[in-house]
Antibody, heavy 120, light 109 residues
Framework: QVQLVQSGAEVKKPGSSVKVSCKASGGTFSSYTISWVRQAPGQGLEWMGRIIPILGIANYAQKFQGRVTITADKSTSTAYMELSSLRSEDTAVYYC?????????????WGQGTLVTVSS | SYVLTQPPSVSVAPGQTARITCGGNNIGSKSVHWYQQKPGQAPVLVVYDDSDRPSGIPERFSGSNSGNTATLTISRVEAGDEADYYCQVWDSSSDHFWVFGGGTKLTVL
């Protein structure tokens, strides 16, 4: 049984950065693809990017290009999402999720979510 | 980029059937996946590849996909089914590889 456990809630000032972790257990981490999805208050789900740990390759949604960095540490089975130049609109719950399926893929396991609040 | 359109809300009485649609250009050519999200919780996969159910998801949840519309059907609706439901596809030509619909709030009357 795969489990994804995320780091705790954060409160950040505008202009600063936040780094959220996602520790995986069960399965083989390096064979996963991990995505990051965010959800602003009262809003829907928005894909931010993904990483393939075994290849060390990350892809990002254009909206977040230049502001987001997704990394993975295979030794600790942990993925990270760092978002910089934070603004109030970045206030959201950030989820990591494991990708399942080849070609048309979906998310079979999700982290519990990390609330990031951006406020002066 | 690819756009998925869902109705903002659907209401149904307990024991009845709820149908939640997800519209997209020729969506029938893609595989559609559905998630249930209850307040304060992470999404949970309820249907994948149009109509398959993960282990532990009741048979009351089913899906179909054809033409420009995919549908999540929940039979014999229970109070515990009240939640937001999101459809999702993977689109390699889209900037957002994983595309979500805007979500539908299912209210059990």
């Amino acid at each position: 049984q795969v489990q994804l456990v995320q780091s705790g809630a954060e409160v950040k000032k505008p202009g600063s950065s936040v780094k959220v972790s996602c520790k995986a257990s069960g399965g083989t981490f390096s064979s996963y693809t991990i995505s990051w999805v965010r959800q602003a208050p009262g809003q829907g789900l928005e894909w931010m990017g993904r990483i393939i740990p075994i290849l060390g390759i990350a892809n990002y949604a254009q909206k977040f290009q230049g502001r987001v960095t997704i990394t993975a540490d295979k030794s600790t089975s942990t993925a990270y999402m760092e978002l910089s130049s934070l603004r109030s609109e970045d206030t959201a719950v950030y989820y990591c999720a494991r990708v399942k399926g080849a070609g048309s893929s979906w998310y079979d396991y999700w982290g519990q979510g990390t609330l990031v609040t951006v406020s002066s | 980029s690819y756009v998925l359109t869902q109705p903002p809300s659907v209401s149904v009485a307990p024991g009845q059937t709820a149908r939640i649609t997800c519209g997209g250009n020729n969506i029938g050519s893609k595989s559609v996946h559905w998630y249930q999200q209850k307040p304060g919780q992470a999404p949970v996969l309820v249907v994948y590849d149009d109509s398959d159910r993960p282990s532990g998801i009741p048979e009351r949840f089913s899906g179909s996909n054809s033409g420009n519309t995919a549908t999540l059907t929940i039979s014999r609706v229970e109070a515990g089914d009240e939640a937001d439901y999101y459809c999702q596809v993977w689109d390699s030509s889209s900037d957002h590889f994983w595309v979500f619909g805007g979500g539908t709030k299912l209210t059990v009357l």
